[in-house]
Structures are given as structure tokens and as C-alpha cells.
């Protein structure tokens, strides 16, 4: 096997990540900005911000089909032409219709990134090392929304016209995004799928130990052995039933705990605090730094201590954070940076676990035959409840309070910790083969 090779094109794959981070967080800085010259309100101003997670749900169902059909590396060169063109595009609108579209657009090269780019890697990785390989893209996402953040903090006092940059920027790591893309191969258990052993065997050799390498073509083979063709109808056999409520409801969790709301308001939640506009931005700089350094934990230690410990202890600490913020805001207590500590937690908790492992979980569970579409329904999930969620943040903190809303995302923690005790089997060190019987 060529460790190196296999790093490399992980990398690469997981770089669909740090566009999927970039797109969704560079809005945070340009709120104050689109607020101002599109003239919305919190009703609008909800639908502009989350607008792009219509295009995730549409994205995540549409690249199950594409990368069936088309290969998963094929599905990858699109979603990086949709990134470039939604940066264009919402950096030259003038209207608030055409901003939204453009953001819609980018949400499609979101929403099927979220789900190739993981099963790529999931794909191309030996068992004792998908885990960390996997939690690559997390780490991508991550460094994508601290570099939004930057850039967000580096053009905001360039003048009226600093939001327009904010969005154009993402044109250069798309174009980057690209290239690369045309370097690494398909993977194999697509080119089995296919019956282009050939292929499948020149890879293989790459990625798989020489021991194992007869054994792992066989293993595959007998997984698509039923040579029946993938379809939404099959997901729903009773024989998947486990599994994909298993998936879809993993995937809501990691939403209806509230860090996209976190993520995207962030700037939105300081001012509350009586913070100005640069602190606030340099404040989410911060978040983006842990939101980083939190996610190397998971790379290092989650093919060691599990996927399941990982999100229950997230969740824990999670609904902790989010309750000493919701107090905070309820007694209007604002003093010796308990919110800014609190909010770290929260964030660090949220990247070592559920938004690490999620990924990794998702993109391990489903048998080789249903894989494409079994995420894509998954990961439509995730971005719909992202959505709800996105959207009714602003309105919830306009006509509630944000002390009740934090409250009720450290509830969903709560219920998140039910559910993974009770539904969530360790998959660790299991070929992704050996982890269909633990479903099926």
C-alpha cells in the first residue's frame, strides 16, 4: 500500500470540505452589509442567509444519482464549478432575487460535496485508517469557515462594496479545487460497481496492504453480488430500514444542536452583547481557530476511541455550553467572557464529535450497493433541518429570546445523547463489509 497516494488524493477529496466551510460561513461577515443594502428584515434576512441550504437539500439528493452514474470523482469536478460560478455570482448581484439564486447554486456544490466528498474517502481508505482519513474533511470544513472568517475580517472595512469581495473571493479556491481534482483517480468499489475490474484491481494495489488485496476485491464483489441497480424504492426495503434511520437521524442531530445557528450568527450573537462589528468579527476569528484545533483531536484519536464515545460525550458537553449561554443571556450577564469561553466549548465539543464523526459515521454505515443514495438521503436531511434551523434562528430570537432558542438546542443535546446510546452500534476497525452485518 502507498500511504502517501492515499493521503494525498484525501486530502484532495476533503478539500470539497473547505469550500463547503468557506461558502457556508463567509455570510456571517457580509450580514450587517446585505442587511443594509437589500433592506431586509428578519423575516428576509433569515431567508437570505439560509436560502443556500435549499440548494444543499436539492445538491445532497442530486449527487447520489451523479456519482452512481457518473463516478465519484466526476460528481467532485462539478460541485467545484457550482462553488466558483455562486461566488461570481452572488458578488455581482444587484438584486436581492439574483443574490439568492446565485447562493442557491452554491448550495448545490454544498449540499453534494457534503456527501461525495466523505464517501470518496470512506471509499479509497483501508478500515485502520478511515476514521481519521474521513475526519479529514471535517477538519476541511473547519478550515474553510476560519478562512471565510479571515477574509470576512480583512475586506470589512474596504468600503461599501466589501461584501462583494467577501463573496468573490471564493472563486480561487474553487479554481484550485479544480485542478487538483484532475489528478486523483476513481475509487474502487465504483469501478467494481461498474464491472471495470481492471481499474479497480490498478487501484487497489495503491490502497489496499498486499496481504489483503485479494480478499478486499472479494470482499467487494460479494457486495454488489445481488446486481440489482440502486434506487430510492430499495432504500426503503425492510432490510435498510436500521441503517437509514440510523443515518438520517445522526444527521439531524448534528443540525438541531444548533452549531450552524452558532456558526453563521456569531458576529449577530456578540453585537447582543454590546460588542461592535470588529470585535465581534474578530471574536468569530476565534471560534474558527478552536473550531479547528478541536477537530485534530477527533483525527487523532477517533480510529483509537471510537466513534460512539466521541458523540456522547459531545453531546454532554454541548448541552452544558449551550446552557450557561442561554443563563447568561436570560440575566443579561455579560461580564468576564463567560458567553466567549462558553461558545468555545461549545464549538471544540461540536468539532471533536459530531461534526467530525458524523462524517465519518454517514459515510461507513451504508452497504456498497445503496451507498450513493442512502447518504444523499441522509445529507438531505442534515441540510433541511440546517435550514430550519438557519432560518428560524433570527426570527426565534426576534419573537422569543435567544436565551429560550439556546435553550432549546441544549434539549436536542440531550435527546441527541438518547438516541446514540440506544441506536448507534461502534463501528471502529471494521471494513466497511464487516460493518453491513451490524445493520443488515
Known amino acids: 500500500m502507498n500511504s502517501r497516494f492515499v493521503v494525498l488524493i484525501s486530502i484532495t477529496a476533503a478539500l470539497g470540505g473547505l469550500l463547503f466551510g468557506f461558502d457556508t460561513a463567509i455570510i456571517s461577515g457580509a450580514i450587517p452589509y446585505i442587511q443594509d443594502y437589500f433592506k431586509l428584515n428578519a423575516v428576509t434576512l433569515g431567508w437570505a442567509v439560509s436560502s443556500g441550504l435549499v440548494g444543499c437539500a436539492i445538491g445532497s439528493l442530486s449527487a447520489g444519482y451523479l456519482a452512481d452514474q457518473y463516478g465519484r470523482r466526476m ?66 470544513i473547519v478550515t474553510g469557515i476560519l478562512l471565510a472568517y479571515f477574509t470576512n475580517y480583512a475586506l470589512n472595512n474596504i468600503g461599501e462594496n466589501n461584501w462583494r ?30 464491472e471495470r475490474m481492471s481499474q479497480a484491481m490498478q487501484i487497489l494495489q495503491k490502497i489496499t496492504y498486499t496481504d489483503q488485496l485479494q480478499q478486499e476485491l472479494q470482499q467487494i464483489k460479494e457486495s454488489f453480488r445481488e446486481n440489482e441497480k440502486s434506487s430510492f424504492v430499495r432504500l426503503f426495503e425492510k432490510r435498510y430500514v436500521k441503517v437509514m434511520i440510523a443515518g438520517i437521524l445522526l444527521a439531524v442531530f448534528q443540525q438541531v444542536t444548533g452549531i ?61 455550553s449551550l446552557i450557561v449561554v442561554s443563563i447568561c443571556f436570560y440575566f443579561q450577564f455579560y461580564k468576564y467572557y463567560l458567553i466567549l469561553v462558553s461558545v468555545l466549548v461549545y464549538v471544540a465539543s461540536f468539532g471533536c464529535t459530531l461534526g467530525a464523526v458524523t ?45 429560550l432558542t439556546l435553550g432549546i438546542y441544549a434539549l436536542c443535546c440531550v435527546i441527541a445523547f438518547v438516541f446514540v446510546i440506544t441506536s448507534i452500534p461502534e463501528t471502529k476497525g471494521k471494513s466497511l463489509e464487516e460493518i453491513e452485518t451490524l445493520f443488515i
Open 165 to 194: 469581495w467577501m463573496f468573490g473571493s471564493q472563486v480561487v479556491p474553487s479554481f484550485i479545487f479544480l485542478c487538483l481534482l484532475l489528478l486523483v483517480p476513481e475509487t474502487p468499489r465504483w469501478l467494481v460497481g461498474k
Open 359 to 403: 462524517w465519518v459515521y454517514l459515510s461507513e454505515i451504508f452497504p456498497n450497493n445503496i451507498r450513493a443514495l442512502a447518504m444523499s438521503i441522509s445529507t438531505f436531511a442534515l441540510w433541511l433541518s440546517d435550514f430550519l434551523i438557519s432560518y428560524s434562528f433570527p426570527v426565534m430570537t426576534a419573537y422569543f429570546s435567544t436565551s
Open 260 to 320: 450552524n445557528a452558532i456558526l453563521y450568527y456569531a458576529p449577530v450573537i456578540f453585537n447582543q452583547t454590546g460588542l461592535g462589528n470588529n470585535d465581534s468579527l474578530l471574536y468569530t476569528i476565534i471560534i474558527g481557530i478552536v473550531n479547528v484545533l478541536s477537530t485534530f483531536i477527533a483525527i487523532g484519536l477517533v480510529d483509537k476511541v471510537g466513534r460512539k464515545r466521541f458523540l456522547l460525550n459531545g453531546s454532554i458537553l454541548m448541552g452544558l
Open 75 to 140: 460528481a467532485l469536478i462539478v460541485c467545484a464549478l457550482l462553488f466558483a460560478l455562486s461566488g461570481a455570482g452572488a458578488a455581482l448581484s444587484h438584486k436581492l432575487f439574483s443574490f439568492i439564486l446565485f447562493r442557491i447554486i452554491g448550495g448545490l456544490g454544498v449540499g453534494a460535496a457534503a456527501m461525495v466528498s466523505p464517501m470518496y474517502i470512506a471509499e479509497i481508505a483501508p478500515a485502520d485508517k478511515r476514521g481519521k482519513l474521513v475526519a479529514l474533511y471535517q477538519l476541511a
